[in-house]
């Protein structure tokens, strides 16, 4: 049967590819640490969880309105207003199950063929993937590391055309763990500002910071009318697996992505909702530790690779992953790139890493090599990952014996 031609164009995010090879090897009775997953290792707090009981007991399993529950939309505009430093209206909030719909959605609704999107490289694979799959140009902004992967302004401006309609940024940003500065969020809104220009701001991580204050675009004069705040509650509460999330947009668009909601999804799942309400009025100090766990990781695993002969990483200063530059041990050990690296670490060394392939398309000026590390295991993990990763690089017999079968692999075209 003829499948759309639309569909080809539609990427993925292959940290689910790599879920999916540790599941296999773990079935087969391998020990593998995972520190490729990107969400909180901890469980939900229980008092979410009661809030969820207790709205199944109240029967509230039945369809609610599409952009969500009023009373949510309520809490979620007090609370992006008073976090980003904005007014916001509840009708300029709609509820969408998980962070991703906000990014479909909004490209959905926003971008015609022939529009260029500029996008972060490396960055969330999910934008790219969306932009081509509306007929867009997705224009690669290049995160640079020796900005603590904040991107260079002039060449922010020098990639803006007449196509151009949107700006994606992520901040703190997956996967380097790196803030934009106020000044750089001020420049990309005189931007948007000058050339009438969307700008995307996922905010995911916004609660997951360790170093100065992630700000909003969105807080600049004029902004707020071109801005889409994402956010939601799986990183921040801990929620990957219940899919709430928001986005905050001005009131016109918010309605089309209701409409879109009302197409697709009907409604984010009503007990849910009741939940995710409760996780914001109720008590923040699981939150908050869990904050602090992932701040003494960080400090663990940023200090463990520096000592990887090779590896250099910079000490990230939100969300929770680790970016090293691997690029002198690829070229070291005869890596091609960080996939073969990532094959290595996990077939060879027992640990699942995140290659920067994971992270959107290379461009010929990308000639140097990372691994996304997420540190929100246990200190025990993070240690014995640490361990096997340096065991395996230093083994010289295991590193033969995987570059032999991957050249085989090659000849035999696997
Ligand atoms: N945006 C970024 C930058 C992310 O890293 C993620 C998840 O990893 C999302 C959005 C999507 O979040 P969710 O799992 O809530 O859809």
Redesign the pocket.
């Known amino acids: 049967m003829k499948i759309a031609k639309r569909i080809s164009r539609l990427g993925t995010?292959t940290?689910f590819d790599v879920l999916a090879q540790v599941n296999e090897l773990r079935a087969k009775g391998r020990d593998i640490v995972a520190l490729s997953i990107?969400?909180p290792a901890c469980a939900t707090a229980d008092y979410i969880k009661e809030a969820a009981k207790k709205a199944l007991d109240k029967n509230f399993t039945h369809y609610c309105p599409s952009a969500g529950i009023p009373e949510f939309r309520k809490v979620i505009a007090e609370y992006v207003a008073s976090t980003r430093g904005i007014p916001v209206e509840p009708d300029e909030v709609v509820v969408v199950?998980?962070?991703?719909?906000t990014?479909f959605f909004s490209i959905l609704a926003c971008i015609e063929e022939g529009d260029e999107v500029i996008y972060p490289l490396p960055?969330?694979p999910?934008y790219e993937s969306m932009v081509n799959f509306v007929g867009g140009t997705p224009v690669p902004i290049r995160l640079r590391e020796e900005k603590r992967f904040s991107f260079d302004v002039q060449e922010l401006r020098s990639k803006i055309t007449k196509r151009t309609r949107m700006i994606i940024i992520?901040s703190p940003?997956?996967p380097t763990g790196g803030i934009i500065p106020k000044q750089d969020l001020h420049e990309v809104a005189e931007l948007a500002l000058k050339h009438d220009l969307w700008v995307l701001s996922?905010e995911?991580?916004s609660r997951i910071v360790y170093e100065g204050k992630a700000e909003s675009v969105s807080q600049f004069p004029g902004m707020k009318e071109r801005t889409i705040i994402?956010d939601?509650?799986?990183?921040t509460y801990a929620m990957?697996g219940w899919?709430?999330?928001y986005g905050v947009m001005p009131k016109q668009l918010a309605t089309h992505v209701s409409r879109l909601m009302t197409n697709s999804n009907s409604c984010t799942a009503t007990f849910t909702q009741h939940a995710a309400m409760e996780a914001m009025v109720g008590p923040q100090d699981y939150a908050e530790a869990m904050v602090r766990e992932f701040k003494g990781n960080r400090e663990l695993i940023v200090n463990g690779l520096n000592r990887i002969d090779g590896f250099f990483c910079h000490m990230p200063a939100g969300?929770f992953y680790a970016y090293p530059n691997v690029t002198r041990a690829c070229r070291r050990i005869g890596f091609k790139n960080s996939k073969e690296l990532q094959q290595f670490l996990l077939y060879k060394g027992g640990v699942a890493v995140l290659g920067q392939q994971c992270f959107g398309t290379r461009t010929p000026e990308d000639d140097q090599e990372y691994i996304r590390l997420s540190y929100v295991s246990s200190e025990k993990d993070i240690k014995e990952a640490l361990r096997r990763i340096e065991a395996a690089l230093t083994d010289s017999k295991l590193v033969e014996e995987f570059l032999d079968e991957q050249r085989v692999k090659e000849v035999v075209g696997a």
């Open positions: 995010e940290a990107g969400e199950p998980g962070g991703k719909p990014i960055g969330y999910i992520n940003h997956n996922d995911i991580y994402l939601g509650h799986s990183k990957t899919r709430v999330g969300a």
